[in-house]
């Protein structure tokens, strides 16, 4: 019986320590948002104000379809120190005007991607959650 216990409880613990990773990587304020998954296996929440860029995510997330998914960095209290603007996010096949990168290394180095860069940035990702 102790064995099951401490096992239930390992169990337990790891669940809520994995769970309170997800939380901090999904921070969001909206009612509407989508999680993306980029190519290195990494999440965020993406929020936008654009009717139409909502149903290509949610298309996205029906199709499980890989596409450049970004915006204009900014500032943010999640886990990776940002989010796209979600006044600016865009979803698109090919980008001319943006950058391409992946969550951890906009995470890596904000300032060049909030500074110097102050563009659209994009990471290659598909839509893992949608939240409406």
């Known amino acids: 019986m102790a064995i099951i216990t401490v096992a239930l409880g390992g169990y337990l613990v790891w669940y809520y320590l ?3 990773d997800y939380l901090s990587e999904t921070v969001h304020e909206t009612d509407r948002w989508a ?3 980029d190519s290195k296996g990494d999440i965020i929440s993406v929020e936008t104000t654009n009717n139409e860029v909502w149903n290509t995510l949610y298309e996205l997330h029906q199709n499980q379809t890989e596409m450049w998914i970004g915006g204009i ?8 120190g940002f989010r796209f603007k979600p006044d600016t996010i865009v979803v698109a096949q090919v980008t001319i005007e943006g950058a391409q990168s992946n969550i951890q290394a906009i995470s890596g180095d904000l300032d060049y991607w909030i500074d110097t860069w102050a ?3 994009y990471v290659m990702a598909r839509v893992i959650e949608i939240h409406q």
């Not at 960095?73 to 886990?79: A, F, L």
């Open 18 to 20: 994995d769970h309170l």
């Open 35 to 37: 999680v993306v998954k």
């Open 73 to 80: 960095v900014e500032t943010y209290g999640n886990k990776w």
């Open 119 to 121: 563009k659209e940035t």
